[in-house]
């Protein structure tokens, strides 16, 4: 049987990943920090990171304001944008969720087209603001690690409301990190800085570090429910998944809420989103039922399209890599 450890502890897996400066949320939790986060239309006038020279939807590059372990894992792709001089722009939203919601960020250095990417910003929202009522189930068996945390989290303090949502975004940091590190089809994790997590945007018409800022460039790529792929895609689609599927059961994890929905389907290939759940699958007594609804889900989803696969099949595949 695989080792299994509280998620949070995931980047260890990979060698370049500084799992003890991860573990650590920042102190700055406060309802300010993550109106900062959230630039532009909700930034303080008096926040200390702003500056007079950027435009409302701008702010300063957070790449070396963060952690050193709250960087993505190496070796980083070439289009990830380190420079103290680039600027992130706003360019508004592309999702809205229960328990956060997605913009598209542009981080480049200006007159330096090498020297530009597009993100997708992902702000998880404290839990006085956010509708996700299913949390009990998938964080069944984690850990909090700071005794400080644990006692606002239960208290249902405004510290502890912060740092719940600090918790989920964690979480998904670290379930990407594992995830693109052991090369499952998933979006590179650039940095996470408090309770918002800058990640690769995955587009419909080209992929990260080939894209030119144009309009066209900025959309993102259509959901795996909303494509009817021919027969050939169909069948590389279901070899990619399983293979993804295979990848988090093979370290003792399910995604846990895995669907059409939250699977991007860019050209040829997909990419796996929204992983704040991941889940034990020892250590969470759910984690073995959560892991054959997925399969349930996904492969009704693929008989839908044609092709003959098995839930039960695709379970024991899982449960066999797993143990």
């Not at 920090?33 to 590059?61: E, G, H, I, K, T």
Request: with cysteine; aromatic share 8%; proline share 7%.
């Amino acid at each position: 049987m695989h080792e299994h450890t509280d998620l949070p502890a995931l980047p260890r897996l990979t060698g370049a990943f500084d799992a003890e400066a991860f573990d650590a949320f920042h102190d700055d939790s406060s309802d300010d920090a993550y109106r900062r986060a959230s630039f532009p239309s909700s930034v303080p006038d008096d926040a200390p990171d702003l500056d007079p020279d950027l435009d409302p939807d701008q702010r300063w590059s957070t790449w070396s304001s963060v952690e050193k372990g709250m960087r993505g894992p190496e070796p980083r792709p070439e289009w990830v944008v380190t420079a103290d001089a680039a600027i992130d722009t706003d360019l508004g939203v592309l999702k809205t969720g229960k328990e956060a919601d997605v913009f598209l960020l542009e981080r480049a250095v200006p007159d330096e087209p090498s020297q530009f990417s597009l993100l997708a910003a992902k702000r998880y929202r404290s839990s006085e603001h956010r509708a996700f009522h299913r949390d009990s189930a998938y964080v069944e068996g984690r850990q909090v690690r700071r005794s400080r945390d644990r006692r606002a989290i239960e208290r249902k303090s405004s510290y502890g409301r912060e740092a719940a949502a600090a918790q989920w975004a964690n979480a998904e940091f670290a379930a990407l990190t594992m995830l693109w590190s052991a090369g499952a089809p998933v979006p590179y994790p650039v940095q996470i800085d408090g309770t918002e997590i800058l990640m690769e945007f995955v587009g419909e018409h080209a992929s990260t570090g080939q894209v030119d800022g144009s309009p066209a460039s900025r959309v993102a790529a259509p959901r795996l429910a909303r494509v009817r792929p021919d027969a050939g895609t169909l069948e590389a689609y279901w070899d990619q998944l399983r293979g993804a599927m295979g990848i988090l059961a093979a370290h003792g994890y399910a995604h846990g809420d895995l669907s059409p929905y939250n699977v991007l389907a860019q050209g040829e290939r997909i990419v796996i989103i929204d992983l704040p759940q991941v889940l034990d699958l020892v250590a969470n007594p759910h984690g073995t039922d959560l892991l054959m609804r997925d399969c349930r889900t996904m492969c009704a989803w693929f008989r839908s399209r044609g092709l003959d696969v098995d839930e039960g099949e695709l379970f024991a595949e899982l449960i066999a890599r797993a143990w």
